[in-house]
């Protein structure tokens, strides 16, 4: 097999996508002071818009699910016709658009809002906001089990939300060290009730999640982010495996549009994986369709996709620095190589 990367890819009978590469979420810290999408991210996605799928940047469900400044939200009427700009322009140059639904969890900080910050225990993660190291992080409160049903539901509201602005569907974001990421891994999840020490116990909250996105937008228009192998605001601890070992045939049943791994750096492997890399592990595991990511070049990730390795792949940095990506690897011409400076400006 040889697979062309750049030729259609039919996600199901919803969706079919234009090529195979994914614009990977990438936050940007440029909303305004609201938390709307500007005239600047208009322009900035709508120049993606050749990619087969944008995934936006971490988007926040509700006021206390922010940890980073200025990202953007999707629970305000605001909001939403702000993004709808975004995905009218993404349409109107033939793309295709999902939102990824974002709660920070223990990373979030009360500067943002007025309220307590809520994860799945009271444990704390050390260090401070990027962007504004004098806010250091706080002992969150253990969500009570209202709590929990009321973040479940703001979820659904705003993947609800996602579809009136005009996505295509959404990605939940399971990864990262942020709410959902912090129920599947010991280190920040020691509850005592449903939704804690066992595997199936700690998967609960991420299965609901995606059940009351699912019955909110449909199975065809909702994926999921997970990082099975801590490495962003968690520390890795064996047990773990266990829990995805029990997530990733659930979710499979679930029939959704994409399973995407989260990982800066695919060749990373983990000691709680049994030595996997991310992908390895998530392919073992999960037969349903996989986004693979973490530095990969179109040529490693065409080599990836052809030995079965995942079926799509998701891009960042570089996309950060070449907004005409897919034009220059078509062409074969030399990609501007990515550096953090360029996260100063949205081109
Ligand atoms: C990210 N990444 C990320 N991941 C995510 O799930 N939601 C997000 O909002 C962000 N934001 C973000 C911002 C910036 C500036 C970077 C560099 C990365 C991770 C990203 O989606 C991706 O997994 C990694 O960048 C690895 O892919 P590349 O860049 O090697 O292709
Ligand atoms: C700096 C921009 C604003 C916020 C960015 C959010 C999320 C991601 C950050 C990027 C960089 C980080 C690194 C981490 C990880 C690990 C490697 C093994």
Redesign the pocket.
């Known amino acids: 097999m040889n697979t062309d990367l750049l030729t259609p890819y039919r996600l199901n009978d919803t969706i079919e996508l234009k090529n195979r590469v994914l614009m ?4 940007r810290c440029m909303a305004d002071e609201n938390l709307v999408p500007t005239q600047d991210m208009v322009e900035y996605y709508a120049r993606r818009a050749d990619t087969g799928l944008i995934i936006s ?2 988007t926040i469900i509700r006021p206390d699910g922010q940890g980073y400044p200025t990202t953007p939200g999707l629970f305000t009427r605001e909001q939403i016709e702000g993004w709808k700009k975004v995905t009218d322009a993404v349409h109107a140059n033939g793309g295709k658009m999902f939102a ?1 639904l974002w709660h920070v969890g223990r990373v979030a900080h009360p500067h943002f809002f007025d309220g307590e910050v809520l994860a799945p225990s009271a444990i704390g993660v050390e260090g401070s906001v990027p962007r504004m190291r004098e806010l250091t992080y706080i002992t969150p409160k253990a969500a009570t089990t209202d709590d929990i049903k009321s973040l479940i539901a703001d979820f659904a509201k705003a993947a609800e939300n996602a579809i009136e602005a005009g996505f295509d569907g959404v990605e939940i ?1 399971g ?2 060290g942020y709410l959902i990421d912090q129920f599947l891994h010991y280190e920040a999840n020691v509850r005592e009730d449903e939704y804690g020490q066992t595997p199936q116990n700690m998967a609960r909250f991420a299965l609901e999640v995606t059940d009351a996105v699912i019955a909110a937008v449909g199975n065809e228009r909702t994926a999921l ?1 997970v990082t099975p192998g801590a490495y962003f605001n968690m520390s890795e601890d064996n047990r773990d495996k266990a829990v995805f070992d029990y997530l990733l045939p659930e979710l499979e049943k679930r029939n959704l549009a994409y399973l995407h791994g ?4 695919d060749s990373t492997t983990f000691e709680s994986l049994e030595g996997k890399t991310t992908s390895e592990f998530l392919r073992a595991g999960y037969k349903g369709v996989l986004v693979g ?4 070049s179109f040529e490693s990730a065409k080599a990836a996709i052809n030995e079965g390795k995942f079926d799509l792949i ?5 996309l ?1 620095a070449n907004s005409d990506y897919i034009s220059k690897v078509t062409n074969g011409e030399e990609l501007v190589p990515y550096s953090d400076e360029m ?1 100063a400006e949205l081109k």
């Open positions: 990977a979420p990438l936050t940047e971490a990824q974001h990864a990262n982010r989260g990982i800066f750096d990511v973490g530095s990969y998701a891009i960042g940095r570089p950060i996260l």
